[in-house]
């Protein structure tokens, strides 16, 4: 089997061809970063732009570098939500194009359930599972009965992980996207700020960032204001400290109370050092759950994992037609 995917749904442009839902032949990702940049965040207009620019060329090098031609595939997936409207509406058009010209499936796909399939290419998923999904838009504890089944059973009640790392990282003069660069800070600093760690003792699995990101920026003006300087790393270390803490914390409770075989973890904050680590340390003390992470170079957004969600739902039997449309705020629905 091979699918074509496309994924457009932010500010990478990509386009990947699949073998059998977890052999990637190719993965063209075409990034816009450096164009929002000094905008501080995606300005919408200006990516649509870009994939408009970038989708056709992705598309021939998917094809070139895998050494397969149209008459070669399956089906044709594509993320249709959650993301912006006038970036999700080029991957659809051109998947449409392809699919209506070689007379193949079209398989529409959520984009965060293509964040948690970026896994399949490490190894199977096993079920029931549980994912922690961390974005840059996105924080979720999502409970897996089956394949192609989604369950929300905790999430964040306003930023997201991704999100509060970005802002945080303006304050310190960080260029979008600051994770990375938070990431590698925190390793050379110490928790000596000690921020909120929100919701951390609550009977629940839903998260909140916006009161850390506040503490954070106010500790920062205060410090200017008196003319202080705080050590860029050690604010780092703080900051990432409490939100794995947050994570972990609330990963284990939920765990504690959903009896899975596996934990998945993914998104683009997936990729963060600090909480793979922690993560990995927790789960040693469940004997019977094994953790799948997300391969660091496909924790991103990407068109591979869009594949090997789309042949999931390609075997299920999810279909759209020509009349797919972008849906900006798609949640998971699920099917039993
Ligand atoms: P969503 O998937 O929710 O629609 P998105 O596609 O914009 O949002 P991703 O591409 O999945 O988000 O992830 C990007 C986010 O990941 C950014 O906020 C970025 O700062 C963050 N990120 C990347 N690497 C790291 C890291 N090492 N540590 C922490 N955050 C990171
Ligand atoms: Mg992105
Ligand atoms: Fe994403």
């Known amino acids: ?26 993965n063209i990702v075409a990034t816009q970063i450096n164009s929002h940049k000094r905008f501080g965040g995606v300005v919408p207009e200006v990516a649509s732009r870009h994939h408009i620019e970038q989708i056709t060329l992705c598309l021939e090098d998917a094809l070139n570098q895998a050494g397969v031609g149209y008459e070669d595939l399956s089906a044709v997936a594509v993320t249709y939500g959650p993301g912006l409207v006038g970036a999700l509406l080029v991957g659809i058009s051109a998947a449409k194009v392809v699919a209506f010209t070689h007379n193949l499936p079209l398989i529409p796909v959520n984009h965060m359930a293509g964040h948690i399939y970026a896994a399949r290419f490490v190894k199977p998923l096993v079920f029931p599972a549980l994912a922690l999904l961390v974005s840059g838009g996105h924080t979720e504890l999502v409970y897996l009965a089956a394949p192609n089944s989604y369950e929300i059973i905790g999430e964040t009640r306003d930023d997201a992980a991704g999100e509060a790392y970005d802002k945080i990282g303006r304050v310190l003069g960080i260029n979008y996207p ?7 800070l925190a390793h050379l600093g110490k928790d000596v700020f000690s921020f909120p760690r929100a919701m951390i003792n609550e009977n629940n699995f839903d998260f909140s ?6 503490a954070f920026i106010n500790t920062v003006h205060h410090a200017d204001q008196v003319g202080e300087k705080l050590d860029h790393k050690d604010l780092a270390a703080s900051f990432q400290q409490s939100v794995v803490d947050v994570l972990a914390e609330k990963t284990v409770n939920a765990l504690k109370k959903y009896p899975v075989k596996q934990l998945i973890l993914a998104g683009g904050v997936a ?7 922690r993560i990995e340390r927790e789960l040693k003390k469940f004997d019977n759950v094994s953790l799948l992470m997300a391969p ?5 957004d990407n068109a591979a994992m869009i594949g090997a969600a789309g042949h999931v739902a ?16 798609l949640e998971f629905s699920w099917i039993k």
């Open 271 to 277: 990729a963060n050092s600090g909480l793979r680590e």
């Open 296 to 300: 660091l170079k496909l924790c991103g």
């Open 1 to 26: 089997d091979l699918i074509l995917a496309f994924e457009s749904s932010c500010d990478e442009t990509s386009v990947s061809v699949i073998e059998d839902g977890n052999k990637i032949l190719s």
């Open 209 to 214: 960032f916006s009161g850390l990101k506040s």
């Open 314 to 329: 390609w075997k299920a039997g999810v279909r759209a037609d020509m009349s797919l449309n972008a849906d900006p705020s």
């Open 178 to 184: 600051a994770g990375k660069e938070i990431d590698r």
